[in-house]
């Protein structure tokens, strides 16, 4: 029998959570990009609240979560923005049973999406045949004091029919995925294992590392507080066959013609003098090689990769980004900005034109009573994310780390409109885009310097207007879609082509979990 609870009582029961000394001890999951708690902490990172959490270093862990809500007096918050506390507070105080230093648990997760075309994203569909694919997660975990082992299966139809990557599941369209082992402190921490990153607030593009790609194996690594910390990831990448082919399978390719190793370092340094405003130095390299391996030298976070990848002796090919972020928070308004640089000559040695790339957003939140109002704007251009040497260019299995596309710009308008009072856990969201898209692709053979810096050959523009729905009464279930027009001028780059199309996707999901506290220790 299921008892319910007042939400007050689920407030008072996480607080006593965050301080009891056993159970401050759990909290060491990793809340996954796609989980709902994460829309429902921008919704109050907007509005000035929870920003001890960094917007933009996804993903969260719960203990930071529960601290995070504990420095939130719930008696000050409005009507709406307190359902969506208590709606956390609900969450987390089930998910993280007190009195016990060890909890293990487990989930199982059905989902069904469904287009219009082939590809799960309606403002650059192909084709005009409805598609369904289904996927299915199952998770179990165990976690003591400071420790984590979390293990992950996904079933993904998607993995088998997506145009734009190489399927990464073989036996019943399976991969393992948030599957990792690590160490949560709060000023060191330290995870091995699979699941997505997202160097962004959470609606906006990353330039860096994004959930954009399939998950990739890798170190995540941790340390500092609040005002000042480093975080570095060292990720495996999909190997590329010696002559230039990504196959998936390079290693089985290798015998007949070799292959080179890619992996990727990634370093973020955040300096956030208060919970308001925070600077970040980024900088991403990819290193290829046919011995390339997780070196000391890859390992070091105090290189300055901007000067030392191409110092002697240069042991592998690498190709580096640098760049920085910017966000800040006044009241209801938040800015967030990113630069990222490519290939810069500084010392005018060739022609070559820039790469680069910038994205951010405006967001200023209540506008009225139930709305959010905003723009967000991402430019790549035709070079970035590309190399000279093929096993440079920034994908894993077809899919870019960052962006998916380059040689485009991409602006939005968009409100999201909150009627949780009203019927909970309902959002509609209307929304405006334009895309110009130019014919250069990252995934393209390098080109000679007569290619322009952006937009080049016949660019394709979209026009689409849009609603997105979400609907989540309970953390048990939801439903979500994004219906639109698209106006394509110059459709497929073809000049004076124009096409006009309905496009859309549909969602539906449903979740079960269970944990519990048991004393090892006694």
């Not at 569909?125 to 003591?144: C, K, L, T």
């Not at 370092?265 to 130095?281: E, G």
């Not at 990819?286 to 030298?297: A, E, K, Q, V």
Request: proline share 4%; aromatic share 12%.
């Amino acid at each position: 029998m299921r008892i319910r609870l007042p939400a007050t009582i689920w407030v008072v029961l996480l607080l006593l959570i965050a301080g009891d000394r056993n159970a401050a001890a759990q909290g060491n999951r990793v809340v996954t990009i796609e989980d709902w708690p994460n829309a429902y902490i921008e919704r109050l990172q907007r509005r000035g609240h929870m920003t001890d959490l960094n917007p933009t270093d996804f993903p969260y862990r719960e203990r930071e979560i529960v601290r995070s809500m504990a420095n939130v007096n719930r008696d000050d918050l409005p009507s709406l923005e307190r359902i969506w506390f208590d709606a956390l507070a609900e969450h987390f105080s089930r998910s993280l049973p007190g009195g016990e230093e060890t909890v293990v648990g487990g989930s199982f997760t059905g989902r069904l999406r469904a287009a219009d075309g082939r590809r799960l994203d309606p403002l650059r569909p192909i084709d005009n045949e409805a598609r369904a694919y289904q996927a299915a997660v199952i998770q179990f975990y165990g976690e003591s004091r400071r420790w984590i082992a979390h293990f992950g299966l996904r079933h993904d139809w998607y993995y088998d029919r997506d145009p734009d990557a190489i399927d990464t599941a073989n036996r019943l369209f399976i991969r393992s995925e948030d599957a990792y082992v690590g160490y949560g402190g709060k000023l060191v921490s330290a995870y091995v294992g699979r699941y997505h990153f997202h160097w962004a607030p959470l609606a906006d593009d990353a330039l860096f590392i994004s959930s954009n790609p399939r998950s990739f194996d890798a170190i995540d690594f941790r340390i500092g507080g609040r005002k000042v910390s480093l975080r570095s990831i060292f990720g495996e990448l999909d190997s590329i066959t010696a002559d230039g082919r990504y196959t998936g399978a390079a290693g089985a390719d290798s015998v007949l013609v070799g292959s080179e190793r890619r992996l990727i370092v990634a370093h973020r340094i955040d300096w956030r003098p208060s919970r308001h405003f925070q600077l970040t130095a980024l900088e991403s390299t990819i290193f290829s090689g046919s011995n390339t391996s997780l070196s000391p030298r890859l390992l070091n976070p105090a290189h300055g990769w901007g000067f030392e990848s191409d110092n002697r002796p240069k042991n592998d090919e690498n190709n580096g980004l640098l760049g920085g972020l910017v966000w800040m928070n006044f009241d209801r308004l938040t800015i967030h900005g990113q630069l990222l640089i490519d290939d810069v000559d500084l010392q005018g040695t060739t022609d070559e034109p820039w790469s680069y790339a910038l994205a951010g957003s405006i967001v200023y939140a209540g506008i009225a009573q139930r709305a959010d109002i905003g723009f967000r704007l991402t430019l790549v251009a035709s070079r970035t994310f590309n190399a000279d040497q093929v096993e440079g260019q920034y994908i894993y299995v077809n899919r870019g780390i960052a962006t998916q596309f380059s040689d485009y710009v991409h602006g939005r308008f968009f409100g999201d409109i909150y009627l949780d009072d009203i019927v909970r856990g309902l959002s509609v969201s209307p929304r405006f885009e334009l895309l110009r898209q130019g014919e250069f692709d990252m995934r393209d053979p390098f080109p000679d310097d007569e290619l322009g810096s952006l937009l080049t050959g016949t660019i394709e523009d979209t026009y689409r207007g849009a609603v997105r729905v979400y609907y989540q009464p309970s953390r048990r279930w939801w439903v979500g879609a994004d219906l639109g027009v698209n106006h394509v001028r110059n459709a497929k780059h073809i000049d004076g082509a124009v096409d006009t199309r309905f496009s859309g996707m549909l969602t539906v999901g449903a979740r079960v979990s269970i944990s519990s506290g048991i004393d090892l220790w006694n």
